[in-house]
């Protein structure tokens, strides 16, 4: 991603969360998170990754949302960043913690069993001394 680039969609992240946050009445879109902004090389498209704190059961809510209000959020973006023309929003659940999530659940379901080899390597070692 090319320096512009980059902090373009940091810019545009750091805008959006505060509209979200300061300027959108929608009850659908409290505690709504952008969690990562990627614009295209040509700074016409931007896909924007979204998740509700963890709360996977109000992705349809929170999109509907967002698809309503894109027309504002686009237009208060255009006011607040140097562009030729303002990126188009697409706004996209984001799966990351979800993911995370299950990593982690898998990762804490584990049975590992001690390694004899190992235990009986340290007990030697106490030997020699």
Same mark, same amino acid.
């Given at each position: 991603m090319a320096i512009k680039q980059g902090r373009m969609s940091e810019r545009i992240q750091?805008?959006?969360s505060?509209?979200?946050?300061r300027e959108v009445s929608d009850p659908r879109l409290h505690n709504v998170t952008i969690t990562e902004v990627q614009l295209d090389p040509e700074m016409v498209v931007a896909r924007i990754y +979204?998740?509700?704190l963890g709360d996977e059961t109000r992705q349809t809510e929170v999109l509907t949302g967002l698809k309503r209000a894109s027309g504002f959020l686009r237009r208060e973006v255009g006011k607040r960043v140097r562009l030729r023309s303002t990126?188009?929003?697409h706004f996209m659940w984001d799966t990351t913690l979800e993911y995370g999530e299950?990593?982690?659940?898998?990762?804490d379901g584990l +049975?590992?069993?001690p390694d004899d080899t190992l235990a009986a390597t340290l007990n030697d070692g106490d030997d020699n001394e």
């Open positions: 750091t805008i959006l505060e509209l979200l946050r +979204v998740n509700a990126p188009e929003l299950r990593i982690n659940r898998l990762i +049975v590992i069993p």
